[in-house]
């Protein structure tokens, strides 16, 4: 192990060499990848010699996400101490299912989720999990909520239509729950926006209302905390008292942007989210933790058992339910994700993890702020987004990110809005400065001169 321990090391280490000499990756065409790179699995197996030679030619080509050229969607940057906690996981290898297997390590999940849920502002006894990623997390609370709305629903199945209500601009993943969990893509009513992407509450109770007089059964709203083009948040203080009325489920997707939750500054994005029935946040999207960190958190800990408690003595042998967090989880075995969130905010402390937020805000102004003093731009979005959209000198916005990711010059994803498309830049890669935004600019427009001027625009 500790030979191995010493190969990490050098590859570790030729990972960020690579990050400083080549921040974009030179782009493999995937009809070149095999014959690029030795992908194959053979009868017989490599010496280390060999091997490490190989897996530095993967990471000389595998995208750097923690460069200081990466804005693409919705991730990025590397921070050492929440690494330091990923890598310690992988080493210690616990499941999460039970206390017998994971012991203190499920005080730290326990801890986190505790923590998280307060500065959600939920009673002391919320409860919540790890989940393998926002689209899951999305999942559970639909679940829950389905099952709070009709309690034999986990023995017997569906009889009658449940309808599902979400923004417009909200992530694909609540339709293709929908599909999964039984409720039907076609119960899923999505409800018109602002100008800035921002559910309509008159319009949600409009189409409640339809629903009712149909013999239907609402039970879900999905607001969005950071949708995931425009980075718009929903009004949570204006969508609560509909649910309330209509006895709906409110969950909060938060996977973008709440981690605006530890910001004293921004926290405002979020009012009333203590009205809300469940939360769900990424920590590897805007605390710049590694992937997968996505947290779901509950003020009904009752459903969550509810829903996802199975009886298994083979398994579930000593301990209380309490600190068997297989009880309240998707999944049975699953690795430890809380701790690399664990290590970095016991390292940096609350205030530590709000000056990370804080930042993202700023880099984001910072765009926003060149884009409107420079006449060639087009700025789409608005104030407290942490994602730039922008067109440059009319040119296809598509054309122009691929041109930049073919070229390792850039990457930079593109996006849409009420038939307009943009490039969409986000700010959300936590080593960035003010220096890299200008750099990002100075990059775009020099390559623009370059090259895509030559090119006629769409």
Same mark, same amino acid.
């Given at each position: 192990?500790?030979?191995?321990?010493?190969?990490f090391?050098?590859?570790?280490?030729?990972?960020?060499?690579?990050?400083?000499?080549?921040?974009?990756?030179?782009?493999i065409?995937?009809?070149?990848?095999?014959?690029?790179?030795?992908?194959s699995?053979?009868?017989?197996?490599m010496?280390?010699e060999?091997?490490?030679?190989n %897996?530095? +030619?993967?990471?000389?080509?595998?995208? @750097?996400?923690?460069? #200081?050229?990466?804005?693409?969607?919705? !991730?990025?940057?590397?921070?050492?101490?929440?690494?330091?906690?990923?890598?310690?996981?992988?080493?210690?290898?616990?499941?999460?299912?039970?206390?017998?297997v994971?012991?203190?390590?499920?005080?730290?999940?326990?801890?986190?989720l505790?923590?998280?849920?307060?500065?959600?502002?939920?009673?002391?006894?919320?409860?919540?999990?790890?989940?393998?990623?926002?689209s899951?997390?999305?999942?559970?609370?639909?679940?829950?909520?389905?099952?709070?709305?009709?309690?034999?629903?986990?023995a017997?199945?569906?009889?009658?239509k449940?309808i599902?209500?979400?923004?417009?601009?909200?992530h694909?993943?609540?339709?293709?729950?929908?599909?999964?969990?039984?409720?039907g893509?076609?119960?899923?009513?999505?409800v018109?926006?602002?100008?800035?992407?921002?559910? %309509?509450? +008159?319009?949600?109770?409009?189409?409640? @209302?339809?629903?009712? #007089?149909?013999?239907?059964?609402?039970? !879900?709203v999905?607001?969005?905390a950071g949708?995931?083009?425009?980075?718009?948040?929903?009004d949570i203080s204006?969508?609560?008292?509909?649910?309330?009325?209509?006895?709906?489920?409110?969950?909060?997707?938060?996977?973008?942007?709440?981690?605006?939750?530890?910001?004293?500054?921004?926290?405002?994005?979020?009012?009333?989210l203590?009205?809300?029935?469940?939360?769900?946040?990424?920590?590897h999207?805007?605390?710049?933790?590694?992937?997968?960190?996505?947290?779901i958190?509950?003020?009904?800990?009752e459903?969550?058992?509810?829903?996802f408690?199975?009886?298994?003595?083979?398994?579930?042998?000593?301990?209380?339910?309490?600190?068997?967090?297989?009880?309240?989880?998707?999944?049975?075995g699953?690795?430890?994700?809380?701790?690399?969130?664990?290590?970095?905010?016991? +390292?940096?402390?609350?205030?530590?993890?709000?000056?990370?937020?804080?930042?993202?805000?700023?880099?984001?102004?910072?765009?926003?702020?060149?884009?409107?003093?420079?006449?060639?731009?087009?700025?789409?979005?608005?104030?407290?987004?942490?994602?730039?959209?922008?067109?440059?000198?009319?040119?296809?916005?598509?054309?122009?990110?691929?041109?930049?990711?073919?070229?390792?010059?850039l990457?930079?994803?593109?996006?849409?809005?009420k038939?307009e498309q943009?490039?969409?830049?986000?700010?959300?890669?936590?080593?960035?400065e003010?220096?890299?935004?200008l750099?990002?600019?100075?990059?775009?427009?020099?390559?623009?001169?370059e090259?895509?001027?030559?090119?006629?625009?769409?």
């Open positions: 192990m500790q030979k191995d321990l010493n190969i090391i050098e590859l570790a280490e030729q990972l960020l060499a690579e990050e400083y000499k080549q921040p974009v990756a030179k782009q065409p995937t009809s070149n990848l095999y014959d690029a790179l030795d992908l699995l053979d009868d017989e197996g010496v280390d060999a091997l490490i030679n %897996l530095k +030619s993967i990471i000389k080509s595998t995208p @750097k996400t923690a460069s #200081k050229s990466f804005f693409n969607q919705l !991730f990025g940057g590397r921070i050492g101490k929440a690494t330091l906690g990923d890598l310690l996981a992988v080493m210690l290898n616990n499941s999460m299912y039970t206390y017998k994971a012991g203190p390590q499920v005080g730290i999940e326990k801890q986190v505790k923590n998280i849920s307060k500065l959600a502002g939920y009673p002391e006894n919320s409860d919540g999990t790890f989940a393998p990623g926002g899951m997390s999305n999942m559970m609370a639909l679940i829950m909520a389905r099952d709070a709305k009709n309690e034999s629903i986990r017997k199945g569906l009889t009658t449940m599902v209500y979400t923004s417009a601009e909200s694909y993943s609540i339709a293709k729950n929908a599909a999964l969990t039984g409720i893509r076609e119960q899923v009513r999505l018109k926006t602002n100008d800035k992407g921002e559910m %309509l509450a +008159s319009h949600l109770e409009t189409l409640i @209302k339809e629903d009712l #007089k149909n013999n239907h059964i609402p039970f !879900f999905n607001a969005t949708t995931t083009v425009l980075g718009a948040f929903d204006t969508l609560s008292p509909i649910c309330k009325n209509y006895n709906l489920w409110l969950h909060v997707d938060g996977a973008y942007c709440g981690s605006v939750i530890f910001s004293k500054k921004y926290k405002h994005l979020i009012n009333g203590e009205h809300s029935d469940s939360f769900s946040v990424n920590a999207k805007m605390l710049g933790t590694p992937l997968s960190c996505s947290i958190v509950t003020q009904h800990p459903q969550l058992h509810h829903s408690s199975n009886e298994a003595d083979y398994l579930y042998q000593t301990d209380g339910d309490d600190f068997n967090l297989g009880k309240t989880s998707m999944q049975c699953r690795r430890n994700d809380a701790l690399k969130i664990w290590t970095l905010w016991k +390292s940096v402390g609350t205030k530590g993890l709000e000056k990370i937020v804080d930042k993202q805000f700023e880099m984001a102004e910072i765009a926003r702020d060149y884009i409107k003093q420079n006449n060639d731009y087009k700025l789409y979005s608005f104030d407290d987004s942490i994602s730039v959209c922008f067109n440059y000198k009319d040119i296809d916005p598509k054309e122009l990110c691929t041109a930049l990711y073919e070229d390792a010059q990457m930079v994803g593109f996006g849409s809005y038939n943009f490039v969409r830049m986000v700010t959300i890669n936590s080593i960035l003010k220096a890299d935004i750099a990002f600019f100075r990059t775009l427009e020099a390559y623009v001169d090259k895509m001027l030559k090119i006629p625009t769409s």
